[in-house]
């Protein structure tokens, strides 16, 4: 079950490698991102589209916010 | 839409997925580094006062009074002790009885706004609302500064 991080989690999880995946559109993606983050939007999320992240490492997602 | 994408991400096999729910709008407005062709554009955390005064909560209005004026400001910000905004105190709160605590007279629930927000945004608001200055404070009510209306106290 994945589980929910907040800010400091984030920061924690990067220091130890984690990988950071924005999944807004690409247009939003490119106007601001979280700094390392790569972007796959929701829609395009697939094995094809993820091929390039390491199944072991731990993968934070995120958008713009709760909503 | 991100608690979907975690879930998609498990369902492919990824061992350890975790969900930012706060999001982008979250990292931003605590000033963390962005990334983006808009990363760059001016943001009222950047130009805000952070020397704005400050007092608690329990400090007498007087003493408040004479230390905001000696450093050229009219107002105050009350903090308690996580620097989370209480209050404000304009000049007609900072003219209140001397011995009253700044909790007492402060100005409840002040207006405040988000580092990362646009500069030019915030000051086309506060020239609508007639507002002179507003508290930028982040996501979790820390004061961040003072945005004034011009570049000037």
């Known amino acids: 079950m994945p589980k929910e991080a907040f800010r400091d989690g984030v920061l924690r999880l990067l220091k130890q490698g984690a990988q950071l995946v924005d999944v807004l559109p690409r247009e939003e993606y490119e106007e601001t991102h979280l ?5 796959i ?14 199944l072991a490492a731990p993968v934070i997602v995120y958008c713009h916010d709760y909503l | 839409m991100s608690p979907r994408a975690a879930w998609r991400f498990e369902g492919m096999g990824f061992a350890e997925v975790y969900d ?3 999001g ?4 931003s407005a605590s000033g963390l580094p962005m990334e983006g062709t808009r990363a760059n554009e001016p943001t009222i955390g950047e130009v805000a006062w952070q020397d704005v005064p400050t007092c608690a909560p329990a400090e007498k209005v007087g003493a408040a009074r004479e230390r905001v004026r000696k450093a050229g400001w009219d107002r105050c910000v009350v903090l308690n002790e996580g620097r989370v905004v209480m209050g404000l105190l304009r000049e007609k709160e900072l003219a209140a009885n001397p ?3 700044t909790e007492e007279v402060m100005r409840n629930g002040p207006a405040t706004f988000r580092p990362d927000e646009s500069v030019e945004k915030v000051r086309r608001r506060m020239r609508a609302r007639g507002a002179s200055a507003v508290l930028v404070t982040t996501p979790d009510g820390r004061l ?9 106290r």
Do not use: F
């Open chain 2, 99 to 101: 011995e009253a605590t």
């Open chain 2, 24 to 27: 982008k709008a979250d990292w």
């Open chain 1, 35 to 39: 700094r390392g983050a790569i972007n």
């Open chain 2, 20 to 22: 930012y729910s706060p």
């Open chain 2, 144 to 152: 961040v500064g003072l945005l004034t209306l011009s570049e000037k």
């Open chain 1, 41 to 54: 939007p929701l829609k395009e999320l697939d094995r094809k589209s993820t091929a390039r992240l390491d």
